[in-house]
């Protein structure tokens, strides 16, 4: 049982580059998420989805785009990479919208 | 602005003493109140949380105190032990909302010496 898988682990990425990361769940989770963790700020929401085909904005979505093809699988995408965006990436899912979400690994962006 | 605010934001306790995380927060929506337990290299596990119907809940050697007038919270591990070392995050949701309406702290990298 896998439960949420992240790739890739880790990224380096030149300024205005792009890039996506996946994330993959095998519990059958409507609802997933994407996190971006920085020093002294915690797990910050980018943008997040309530099931198949849907997305919607988080607290911090700016520069980033995100799509839901499958149930199982969430994309989060940077069209054109900037040193702000060099962070830890989380993705997690969760049942329903109110149950305990599950957490990836994580993924470490840097933007040179 | 960060709607729940963390201190420490680091802690280095020795084996067998009492580790100590403050939360506040102001949104007076917030009534679920998880912590989470975050080692190198992992993402965020649920530790343990509380509903404000009760000043406090214990698991094991981790409990939560929770002061509603105050609207703060605090995770309290006692006997403290090297395997603790990790980075916790308070965190603050509202029920009515969902977790897209979470809200975490900063974090607190904690340091248990043997």
């Known amino acids: 049982n896998a439960g949420v898988t992240q790739t890739p682990k880790f990224r380096v990425l030149k300024t205005g580059q792009s890039m996506t990361l996946l994330c993959a769940q095998d519990m059958n989770h409507e609802y997933m998420y994407w996190y971006r963790q920085d020093p002294g700020m915690g797990l910050r929401l980018i943008h997040y989805?309530?099931?198949?085909?849907?997305?919607a904005k988080g607290e911090v979505p700016d520069g980033y785009n995100v799509s839901r093809l499958k149930k199982q699988n969430f994309l989060l995408g940077l069209e054109s990479a900037a040193p702000s965006q060099t962070s830890v990436y989380f993705c997690?899912?969760?049942?329903?919208?109110?149950?305990?979400?599950?957490f990836g690994q994580g993924t470490r962006l840097t933007v040179v | 602005q960060q709607q729940v605010k963390q201190s420490p934001q680091s802690l280095i306790v020795q084996k067998g003493g009492i580790s100590i995380i403050n939360c506040a927060y102001e949104n007076t929506a917030f009534d679920y109140f998880p912590w989470y337990q975050q080692f190198p290299g992992k993402g965020p596990a649920l530790l343990i949380a509380?509903?404000?119907?009760?000043s406090e809940k214990k698991e094991g050697r981790f409990t939560i105190s929770f002061n509603k007038s105050a609207k703060q919270f605090s995770l309290h591990i006692m006997d403290s032990q090297p395997g603790d070392s990790a980075t916790y995050f308070c965190a603050a949701f509202p029920s009515l909302g969902g977790w897209d309406d979470m809200r975490f702290g900063a974090g607190t990298r904690l340091t248990v010496k043997p």
């Open positions: 509380i509903r404000p119907d009760v």
């Open positions: 997690a899912s969760s049942y329903d919208r109110n149950t305990e979400a599950f």
């Open positions: 989805s309530v099931g198949e085909g849907t997305t």
